[in-house]
């Protein structure tokens, strides 16, 4: 029996729904989730750890899938010509 992966730690707060998420470029991961969708805003090359806030939590600097998704696709189709 295989155990399951472990979960990567959670490095940022969506600003937009308040879910945790791990942001792989705050991380230092080779990669982030993100860069897998459209790109259809732009994504900062480098950014630093996010400073504590007073109660320790890590400041809020990039959306959660879910949001992140839903912005992509609203920003997409608001990029598509429209049909004659």
């Given at each position: 029996?295989?155990?399951?992966?472990?979960?990567?730690?959670?490095?940022s707060v969506?600003?937009?729904?308040?879910?945790?998420?791990?942001?792989?470029?705050?991380?230092?991961?080779?990669?982030?989730?993100?860069?897998?969708?459209?790109?259809?805003?732009?994504?900062?090359?480098?950014?630093?750890?996010?400073?504590?806030?007073?109660?320790?939590?890590?400041?809020?600097?990039?959306?959660?899938?879910?949001?992140?998704?839903?912005?992509?696709?609203?920003?997409?189709?608001?990029?598509?010509?429209?049909?004659?």
């Open positions: 029996m295989t155990s399951p992966a472990p979960t990567l730690p959670n490095t969506c600003p937009r729904c308040g879910a945790g998420l791990r942001c792989g470029m705050v991380a230092g991961d080779a990669e982030c989730w993100c860069m897998q969708l459209p790109h259809v805003m732009p994504v900062p090359e480098a950014r630093k750890p996010p400073a504590p806030s007073q109660d320790g939590a890590a400041a809020a600097s990039c959306y959660c899938p879910a949001c992140l998704k839903q912005i992509t696709d609203e920003r997409k189709n608001a990029l598509s010509p429209a049909p004659d």
